[in-house]
């Protein structure tokens, strides 16, 4: 019996930087419309604005869904150790 625990498999990988760069950029781009807003009003309404603030109201639900993902997938795979190191 190895008590020592299994890695994470690629795709828990994956999905653990996807959703750290998905969430970060999220709130970057919220932040900086925030920024913006403060200082001047008008100008976050134009431009390139609207699509940064965008990217924050889509970005955070992925970033969720994709934590979510690799919570079930990460315990998926350690109930299937557990039962194969207990021997059932």
């Known amino acids: 019996m190895s008590t020592e625990p299994a890695p994470p498999s690629l795709l828990e990988r994956i ?13 970057l781009s919220f932040f900086a419309t925030l920024i913006v807003g403060m200082n001047d009003r008008y100008a976050a309404a134009e431009g390139l604005w ?36 207990s021997g059932r």
């Open 15 to 27: 999905l653990a930087y996807a959703s750290l760069a998905i969430i970060a950029i999220a709130l």
């Open 50 to 85: 609207p699509v940064v603030y965008g990217v924050s109201l889509i970005g955070l639900p992925i970033g969720f869904v994709l934590l979510v993902a690799l919570l079930i997938i990460s315990q998926r795979r350690r109930r299937a150790e557990f039962r194969r190191n």
